[in-house]
Nanobody
Framework: QLQLVESGGGLVQPGGSLRLSCVASGFSLHYYAIGWFRQAPGKDPEGVSCISATNDNTFYADSVKGRFTISRDNAKNTAYLQMNSLKPEDTAVYYC????????????????????WGQGTQVTVSS
């Protein structure tokens, strides 16, 4: 069974950092781009970042550019989202997702571009 599992969310003060992890099971991430999305209460999902299967290309939403870094370790079948300088507006449930593609749908793509989803991890930025 193909599965993505996120972890690493939590409560952090403004200006703090978190690193989210996304572990794949039942399939190899080697052949898939990985995206991160987030959804705040009452808002539509927002594409945050995407990384191609070969690590050659990364994309970020303007709202997180310069603060978030996406990476992957194919040997560990894991992708990461390093989040620095967190702001209250970053509060959301964060999801990792994989499309049936080596490349990202430029730049991050839409929800319907992705075929496999994790269950989400809550990130709360508050003092």
């Amino acid at each position: 069974q193909l599965q993505l599992v996120e972890s690493g969310g939590g409560l952090v003060q403004p200006g703090g950092s978190l690193r989210l992890s996304c572990v794949a099971s039942g399939f190899s991430l080697h052949y898939y781009a990985i995206g991160w999305f987030r959804q705040a209460p009452g808002k539509d999902p927002e594409g945050v970042s995407c990384i191609s299967a070969t690590n050659d290309n990364t994309f970020y939403a303007d709202s997180v550019k310069g603060r978030f870094t996406i990476s992957r370790d194919n040997a560990k079948n894991t992708a990461y989202l390093q989040m620095n300088s967190l702001k209250p507006e970053d509060t959301a449930v964060y999801y990792c997702a994989a499309p049936q593609s080596y490349e990202c749908y430029g730049p991050v793509g839409k929800v319907y571009d992705y075929d496999y989803w994790g269950q989400g991890t809550q990130v709360t930025v508050s003092s």
